[in-house]
C-alpha cells in the first residue's frame, strides 16, 4: 500500500511500515509545516492513505466533506510505540487493503 505519513508520526511507524514493503511519503522528509488540507490533496493525488494522530482529519472529512484516499488515525490511551506499533500490526492483520483504501479508520485500544 501506498502512504503519506503526518509529520506528528514518529521514525518507528514510518520505519515499520517501509519495512514491511509500504510505499512511504514522510511529511517531515517532503515538507514539513504542510497544512493539513494540502496533506488531503496531496494523498489523494498520489493514492495515498494518511496515517496521524492528528482528530482534524476526521473533521475534515465527515464535517466537510473533504475526499481522501484513505485516512487511518491513530487514538490510543497508551501513548508509547511499542502500543502503537502493536495495535497497527493487528490493523492490518484484520483488514486488507480493499477494506483499507478510500475510508477512514480509527485505531484505538481495541487493536492491542
Do not use: C
Request: proline share 1%.
Amino acid at each position: 500500500m501506498r502512504f503519506l505519513v503526518d509529520e506528528n508520526i514518529g521514525r518507528s511507524i514510518v520505519e515499520y511500515l517501509r519495512v514491511h514493503k509500504h510505499d512511504v511519503k514522510w511529511i517531515r522528509e517532503i515538507k514539513p509545516g504542510m497544512s493539513d488540507r494540502d496533506i488531503i490533496a496531496f494523498a489523494l493525488k498520489e493514492k495515498r492513505i494518511i496515517v496521524t494522530y492528528d482528530q482534524d482529519f476526521g473533521e475534515l472529512v465527515f464535517l466537510e466533506k473533504e475526499k481522501h484516499h484513505g485516512i487511518i488515525l491513530l487514538r490510543l490511551d497508551i501513548d508509547t510505540i511499542s502500543h502503537h506499533l502493536r495495535a497497527l500490526k493487528n490493523f492490518f492483520e484484520r483488514h486488507n487493503s480493499k477494506e483499507i483504501v478510500g475510508k477512514f479508520h480509527s485505531i484505538d485500544n481495541k487493536y492491542l
